[in-house]
């Protein structure tokens, strides 16, 4: 997990808009700021990314990747019984 930031979300927001009303480089609008171009760059990718329709936040990106190896590993648990009735029900017929 990353560090916390040291600017507020209220900040970060306010600065993506400031760059998207405004006509100025992002250069130019961080540089004003007090924030560095990449600081920016980073909070307008994070917003657009939140406003695309299904875009996940980083909680939800989490639980998606922790349920996905759930539910691989409960495969493989399937397929092992799977396996494993199949040999018994051999045994048993002999």
Do not use: H
């Amino acid at each position: 997990m990353g560090r916390p930031s040291k600017y507020p979300e209220e900040f970060r927001r306010e600065a993506v808009e400031l760059y998207r009303s405004s006509d100025r480089p992002r250069c130019k609008i961080a540089e004003s700021l007090g924030i560095s171009d990449g600081s920016l760059a980073a909070w307008v990718k994070e917003a657009d990314e939140a406003r695309q329709p299904g875009g996940l936040d980083p909680c939800e990106r989490a639980e998606l990747a922790r349920l996905r190896k759930e539910n691989q590993d409960l495969r493989m648990d399937r397929e092992i019984l799977r396996k494993a009735a199949a040999y018994f029900a051999r045994e048993t017929i002999r």
